[in-house]
């Protein structure tokens, strides 16, 4: 009896509950984070699915199960009689190393999850990063590498971008300045765009008609008039160019000059060398 009464007092110490418990509890712990974080992702993708998104998602997921699964070894053999105070401090130490020798790529892992969670741009948009224009082809933790228009590839690290322009979110305004001689009549030039509207609206990736915004300013040589219309998202440079085509053939059918740069030549006759000449 003593002995069967020693076995049952050993599975029901601290020693042999304990772990148990702990793991129950980190198993508990671990389900329920894991099921907040999968609700605000399901409300999240029913307006965005990017792929970019799950592979952050499982990152995070993997972060909190070992972090948890490191608190219940931590307190498991704190069951044990193990002190875990040197422990924690020796880890402490090793990461205050491992966080000065990763800091850089810290910032731009931390940059890149920012940049994916707050929707800012994805693979196949057309933006404006810093000073650089281009399609993204490639949305990394670490880096972005977008492609100009003329095939140059620009990588830069996630922690350095510091201004986003997205053309891809939403329609795009075309905004065009037209330079006409201070001959053309204004009214008559009204006239002639508002004309042209059948023809624009016709072009693919047009959204609206012609906007005529009025005279803009006075320059040197020529007024400028300004209008818009609206497009598809990354359509703007095509559309403004068909749109110019138009412009120019009916401007040459209706009259209306587009001035050009000119220079006027005054001759002054040098009356010195006049008088050489008659007294020879």
Partial sequence: MKILKNIIDFILSWKVIGPFIY???GLVLYNIIISIINRLVSKRKKKT???KEDTVINLIKNVIKYLIIIIVILMILEVYGVNTTSILASLGIVGVVVGLAFQDTMKNML???F???DNRYNV???VKINDFSGTVVNLGLQTTKIQAYTGEIFTISNSSISTVINYSEANTRVMIDLGVSYNTDINKLEKVLNGLNNKISKISDVKGDLELLGLDSFNSSDMTYKITVL????THLSVRRKILKIIKEEFDKKGIEIPYTQIDLHLVEDKTKIKKIDKN
């Fill in 115 to 117: 940049i994916i969670f």
């Fill in 23 to 25: 793991i129950i509890v």
């Fill in 111 to 113: 940059a890149g999850i």
């Fill in 49 to 51: 699915n990017h792929k």
């Fill in 231 to 234: 497009c598809n998202p990354n």
């Fill in 124 to 126: 196949g948009d057309f």
